[in-house]
């Protein structure tokens, strides 16, 4: 799978912002994920969802971020709302293999990963 993710910018805090990532290739029955890196922290994941919809999100997102997907156009979305400025960071998108078990084995099915998007909140 080959993934592209696009959206980002610059906004300021308390507003909203949506990313988009664009797959191709073998998509049916993965999962995809949304993971950030902040500037000289290590990665880390934000969302994921299932190729039937069912999500999961880490809990300071909770509330402020959805993600969504349409599979006829093999992208993912994420909706971005209430923005903090220690949201800010690289976005990455990535997906796993068919068939992965998210319940099971969490993030760590993610092996295929696209550019990133930087996002820049303002305070």
């Known amino acids: 799978v080959q993934l592209q993710a696009f959206g980002g910018g610059l906004v300021q805090a308390g507003g909203s912002l949506r990313l988009s990532c664009a797959a191709s290739g073998r998509t049916f029955m993965t999962h995809v994920g949304w993971f950030r890196q902040a500037p000289g922290k290590e990665r880390e994941f934000v969302a994921a969802?299932?190729?039937?919809?069912?999500?999961y999100y880490i809990d300071f997102v909770k509330g402020r971020f959805s993600i969504s997907r349409v599979n006829a156009k093999n992208t993912v979305y994420l909706q971005m709302s209430s923005l903090k400025p220690e949201d800010t960071a690289v976005y990455y998108c990535?997906?796993?293999?068919?068939?992965?078990?998210?319940?099971?084995?969490?993030?760590?099915?993610?092996?295929?990963w696209g550019q990133g998007t930087l996002v820049t909140v303002s305070s």
């Open positions: 969802i299932s190729y039937t919809g069912i999500t």
């Open positions: 990535a997906a796993s293999r068919p068939f992965s078990d998210y319940e099971k084995k969490g993030p760590e099915i993610f092996d295929s």
